[in-house]
């Protein structure tokens, strides 16, 4: 057992309030504080994104070779596809521990709305590997060579970019609970295609000094429909196992 | 429409006609199209390839459409005949896409003197082809027919938002890249004598793609409701 004591409590805590006056945002909190408890009592769960992150990044000057032009032209295109990659590898987990325990049951019996469950559980997965990713970009852009001034554009885009893919990725897991973590994967890819082609856009922009900001709105008005969107559909995609 | 053997039916009537219509159609736009319409002053007789390419990338896009429109129905409705339509149209729109990407690639040789060009039309056929095999993928993997229904329409939905966007990325994406080199086909350009064949070739392609579907369409229906009596009753007697 991971959890003792007080922690115990705050997890059977959401389960035992039936009381209809605790608001939206309580509820959110709570499965927050919870899911960051359980995160954090398994470091694997936040550090292997963060090193397979770090790997990848490693392996392209490795297999490329340590030139300095042809390292900082292919860095947005790398950093990204890394991203991306790294974001997937925990998506499996998003929603499986909950389904197995039976945690997911009393989340639905509940009164609360299951779409604030969703968007929390989307929220705990970009904590765990989408800020990681976006700290050590920082660190990855300095290996490949990215000039400082694409700094800002890249940890900009990456921001919008990894919450999108922690979207995509509740979806691709809910509709995969209890298949291969792979299977989630490769339903995901393809739709993560505008994401990437994007955000590798506003990096490439950036290092020719263009004008990047219609391609960061792009994609804070992708995140913006896809929140509402991809959460409702996750919401039905997990009802599945429910019939 | 909506039961199985209202279905099962319904098709068999209509099924014959589809039948003769497709080959009608197919037969006289390819007959025209690969041996009476002139050939092309700039590329010879490769052009005619496009009676074939250009209908079964427009199946490969409309096919799609179709999908989400059925999956769409399926997950607000829950009307189980859409699902089965889903599943059934999936591996036609699938292979539709395939034949698109092929034929171009075969007629690209020849014309721009490569395989395969990083244009953005042939980007987002590409895509189209992997978000095929991502449903396809997702479906063969739940035993639960229904659910597995259920699962590919609120992916195709996905696809369905999701699709626009990728154009449009695509797009913009090419022409950071590379300036515009080919385009594929303008078709204000094209002589009457070419297009009208064409013309017969898309509906020819359509008749084929109503017909395969109600063909899987029928073989979905007698699977799955194969315990029930409707269905005995027509392969007993």
Same mark, same amino acid.
């Given at each position: 057992?991971?959890?003792?004591?007080?922690?115990?409590?705050?997890?059977?805590?959401?389960?035992?309030?039936?009381?209809?006056?605790?608001?939206?945002?309580?509820?959110?909190?709570?499965?927050?504080?919870?899911?960051?408890?359980?995160?954090?009592?398994?470091?694997?769960?936040?550090?292997?994104?963060?090193?397979?992150?770090?790997?990848?990044?490693?392996?392209?000057?490795?297999?490329?070779?340590?030139?300095?032009?042809?390292?900082?032209?292919?860095?947005?295109?790398?950093?990204?596809?890394?991203?991306?990659?790294?974001?997937?590898?925990?998506?499996?987990?998003?929603?499986?521990?909950?389904?197995?325990?039976?945690?997911?049951?009393?989340?639905?019996?509940?009164?609360?709305?299951?779409?604030?469950?969703?968007?929390?559980?989307?929220?705990?997965?970009?904590?765990?590997?989408?800020?990681?990713?976006?700290?050590?970009?920082?660190?990855?852009?300095?290996?490949?060579?990215?000039?400082?001034?694409?700094?800002?554009?890249?940890?900009?885009?990456?921001?919008?970019?990894?919450?999108?893919?922690?979207?995509?990725?509740?979806?691709?897991?809910?509709?995969?609970?209890?298949?291969?973590?792979?299977?989630?994967?490769?339903?995901?890819?393809?739709?993560?295609?505008?994401?990437?082609?994007?955000?590798?856009?506003?990096?490439?922009?950036?290092?020719?000094?263009?004008?990047?900001?219609?391609?960061?709105?792009?994609?804070?008005?992708?995140?913006?429909?896809?929140?509402?969107?991809?959460?409702?559909?996750?919401?039905?995609?997990?009802?599945?196992?429910?019939? | 429409?909506?039961?199985?053997?209202?279905?099962?039916?319904?098709?068999?009537?209509?099924? &014959?006609?589809?039948?003769?219509?497709?080959? !009608?159609? +197919?037969?006289? =736009?390819?007959? *025209? %199209?690969?041996?009476?319409?002139? $050939?092309?002053?700039?590329?010879?007789?490769?052009?005619?390839?496009?009676?074939?390419?250009?209908?079964?990338?427009?199946?490969?896009?409309?096919?799609?459409?179709?999908?989400?429109?059925?999956?769409?129905?399926?997950?607000?409705?829950?009307?189980?005949?859409?699902?089965?339509?889903?599943?059934?149209?999936? &591996?036609?729109?699938?292979?539709?896409?395939? !034949?698109? +990407?092929?034929? =171009?690639?075969? *007629? %690209?040789?020849?014309?721009?003197? $490569?395989?395969?060009?990083?244009?953005?039309?042939?980007?987002?056929?590409?895509?189209?082809?992997?978000?095929?095999?991502?449903?396809?993928?997702?479906?063969?993997?739940?035993?639960?027919?229904?659910?597995?229904?259920?699962?590919?329409?609120?992916?195709?939905?996905?696809?369905?938002?999701?699709?626009?966007?990728?154009?449009?990325?695509?797009?913009?994406?090419?022409? +950071?890249?590379?300036?515009?080199?080919?385009?594929?086909?303008?078709?204000?350009?094209?002589?009457?004598?070419?297009?009208?064949?064409?013309?017969?070739?898309?509906?020819?392609?359509?008749?084929?793609?109503?017909?395969?579907?109600?063909?899987?369409?029928?073989?979905?229906?007698?699977?799955?409701?194969?315990?029930?009596?409707?269905?005995?009753?027509?392969?007993?007697?």
């Amino acid at each position: 057992m991971l959890l003792q004591g007080t922690d115990l409590q705050i997890l059977t805590q959401p389960l035992l309030r039936f009381d209809m006056k605790s608001s939206v945002l309580d509820w959110l909190g709570i499965i927050l504080k919870r899911d960051l408890i359980i995160a954090f009592r398994r470091s694997s769960t936040y550090i292997t994104p963060l090193v397979f992150f770090l790997i990848v990044i490693t392996f392209f000057p490795l297999a490329l070779g340590p030139q300095e032009s042809l390292l900082s032209s292919l860095a947005p295109g790398v950093i990204w596809i890394a991203a991306l990659l790294a974001s997937l590898l925990a998506v499996e987990s998003i929603f499986s521990e909950d389904f197995r325990d039976g945690s997911l049951d009393d989340f639905f019996i509940s009164l609360e709305p299951s779409f604030i469950l969703v968007f929390a559980k989307v929220m705990i997965h970009w904590l765990i590997t989408g800020l990681p990713i976006l700290i050590a970009s920082s660190l990855a852009a300095i290996i490949l060579y990215l000039p400082l001034e694409s700094f800002v554009p890249m940890i900009l885009s990456l921001l919008l970019g990894t919450f999108f893919m922690s979207l995509l990725g509740a979806l691709g897991a809910a509709l995969s609970i209890g298949k291969s973590a792979i299977l989630s994967a490769i339903i995901v890819l393809p739709f993560s295609i505008p994401t990437l082609l994007m955000g590798t856009s506003v990096v490439t922009f950036s290092l020719n000094n263009q004008d990047y900001s219609g391609f960061l709105m792009m994609m804070g008005a992708m995140l913006a429909i896809g929140i509402p969107l991809l959460c409702l559909l996750t919401v039905e995609a997990l009802l599945l196992n429910y019939d | 429409m909506g039961s199985p053997p209202l279905f099962y039916r319904w098709s068999s009537k209509i099924m &014959p006609w589809l039948g003769i219509l497709a080959i !009608i159609f +197919l037969s006289a =736009g390819l007959f *025209w %199209g690969l041996l009476i319409a002139p $050939t092309d002053y700039k590329q010879g007789d490769v052009y005619r390839i496009l009676y074939v390419h250009v209908p079964s990338a427009i199946l490969g896009q409309s096919i799609f459409m179709f999908m989400a429109a059925c999956g769409l129905i399926n997950v607000v409705w829950r009307a189980k005949i859409s699902g089965m339509m889903l599943k059934s149209a999936a &591996p036609i729109g699938m292979s539709f896409t395939l !034949i698109a +990407l092929v034929t =171009g690639s075969v *007629w %690209g040789k020849p014309t721009w003197g $490569t395989w395969w060009v990083w244009d953005a039309r042939l980007t987002s056929t590409l895509i189209l082809f992997f978000i095929y095999a991502a449903l396809i993928g997702l479906y063969s993997s739940i035993d639960d027919k229904t659910k597995a229904d259920r699962a590919v329409s609120i992916l195709s939905i996905v696809g369905l938002a999701i699709i626009p966007v990728i154009k449009k990325s695509v797009d913009w994406w090419q022409t +950071l890249h590379q300036p515009s080199t080919f385009t594929l086909t303008s078709s204000p350009s094209m002589s009457p004598d070419m297009y009208q064949p064409l013309l017969l070739c898309v509906i020819g392609f359509y008749l084929i793609f109503a017909f395969t579907l109600t063909l899987n369409l029928r073989n979905e229906v007698i699977d799955r409701e194969r315990s029930k009596n409707w269905v005995k009753q027509i392969f007993v007697n």
